[in-house]
Nanobody, 125 residues
Framework: DVQLQASGGGLVQAGGSLRLSCAAS????????IGWFRQAPGKEREGVSC????????YYADSVKGRFTISSDNAKKTVYLQMSRLKPEDTAVYYC??????????????????WGHGTLVTVSS
């Protein structure tokens, strides 16, 4: 079975940094896109960033561009989200998801096939 395990969340002060990890297992496909999404209390889910396993192309939401960096270790099937200059509005549960058998980049959540449990990021002011 495909499993995605997100980790690395925690409490950090505004301006600080955190690195999230998404460890994937059980993939039966070599081409995939891993995306990070987040959902704050009372708000809709929002796409944050994604990376293609085949091209390495990345994509960022405007709200995090220049502050967050996504990277991957394909051998370990692990994707990282380095978050810097965090703001209180970045507080949310962060989820990673996999879109199988397509090498593009998109933050359209409905296209993602597999979802992991989230990790909570809290940014204090």
């Amino acid at each position: 079975d495909v499993q995605l395990q997100a980790s690395g969340g925690g409490l950090v002060q505004a301006g600080g940094s955190l690195r999230l990890s998404c460890a994937a297992s059980g993939f039966t496909f070599d081409v995939y896109t891993i995306g990070w999404f987040r959902q704050a209390p009372g708000k809709e889910r929002e796409g944050v960033s994604c990376i293609s396993s085949i091209s390495g192309d990345t994509y960022y939401a405007d709200s995090v561009k220049g502050r967050f960096t996504i990277s991957s270790d394909n051998a370990k099937k692990t994707v990282y989200l380095q978050m810097s200059r965090l703001k209180p509005e970045d507080t949310a549960v962060y989820y990673c998801a996999a879109l199988s058998s397509w090498g593009g980049v998109t933050l359209i959540a409905d296209l993602y096939d597999y979802w992991g449990h989230g990790t909570l990021v809290t940014v204090s002011s």
